[in-house]
């Protein structure tokens, strides 16, 4: 596992029948891994399981739920190898397309939302080693940052500029609201606040769901905004640098509809005016820069 382990690469729980672990029934869940496994530790990030989940691989999800943070010993809980990681249309690794690009590529805008972080940050951490890349971008969403994973890790790669993170909360408590987040570390409060503008930008430009509601994928495309798309002042963050497809990859780590919808913003958002067709798109480029793990 350790051996082969791409940024994004899933391992696989098994939960054995206790009462036949030999011939009862398997079920499985599968988990991204955070950062890159080493010292022959696996860590994954948990979150409440997706009711829609089919009823076996809740189960094994509930399991892992109920055990403390830190090492699992024993309970009835089996690893089966790393499979995949980030990779494209073209099945490449996102580490094999930012090598290849060298002198093309130069950022990576990664999103995620819950538990994807895991595998957003194992992307990150591997970029970084790389060292191949001017600019990291990662938005990343969840309901309250009270309750925000790797936020020591976060904080710090905030902090030395490794990473420009955007944090899109999309619910706060009201003692949080009372207090603005001033108890969170310098670099999540800047990271709020990066959201925010992005979020408050999406809103010009109608990119909003049911509800008012501004999910990360929306606001990666207001920092895609020209001027003249913003409306008033310069455009989004994005913009700004000069991302484009041909010198930025993006990755998702998420649930099925964040894949969906954020592949369907870049291709608006790099075909935007009525003359474009399917051919001169240049989907192919699109396909080789947008990476998943799903």
Request: proline fraction near 5%; charge should be negative; glycine fraction near 10%.
């Amino acid at each position: 596992i350790i051996e082969n382990h791409q940024p994004g690469g899933v391992i696989r729980i098994v939960q054995r029948d206790p009462a036949d672990p030999v011939n009862g029934r398997v079920r499985e869940q599968p988990y991204a891994l955070a950062y890159a496994p080493s010292e022959g530790k696996l860590e994954i990030l948990t979150a409440p399981p997706d009711m829609s989940l089919h009823p076996f691989p809740r189960e094994v999800a509930e399991r892992v739920r109920s055990l403390p943070s830190g090492p699992i010993v024993d309970g009835n809980l089996f690893v089966n190898p790393s499979i995949a990681g980030f990779f494209n249309k073209e099945w490449t690794y996102l580490l094999d397309e930012v090598k290849a690009g060298k002198g093309d590529i130069n950022r990576v805008v990664i999103l995620s939302t819950g538990a994807g972080l895991s595998g957003a940050l194992s992307a990150v951490e591997a970029v970084i080693a790389l060292g191949l890349l001017k600019d990291i971008h990662v938005y990343h969403g969840l309901r309250y940052v009270e309750n925000l994973p790797y936020k020591d890790r976060l904080n710090e790669l905030a902090i030395s500029e490794k990473i420009d993170l955007a944090i899109i909360e999309s619910q706060s408590s009201v003692m949080m609201s009372s207090r603005g987040h001033a108890s969170e570390p310098e670099g999540i409060v800047g990271a709020l606040q990066r959201g925010s503008v992005a979020s408050s930008l999406a809103h010009v430009g109608q990119e909003e769901v049911s509800g008012g509601k501004v999910y990360v994928q929306h606001a990666m495309r207001a920092d895609l905004m020209s001027p003249a798309a913003a409306g008033k002042g310069p455009g989004g963050a994005l913009f700004e640098k000069g991302a484009s497809l041909k010198n930025t990859v993006f990755v998702v780590c998420g649930q099925m509809a964040l894949l969906e919808d954020s592949y369907s913003i870049l291709k608006s958002t790099f075909c935007s005016t009525d003359t474009d067709t399917e051919s001169n798109c240049d989907t192919n480029l699109l396909g080789r820069r947008f990476f998943t793990n799903i």
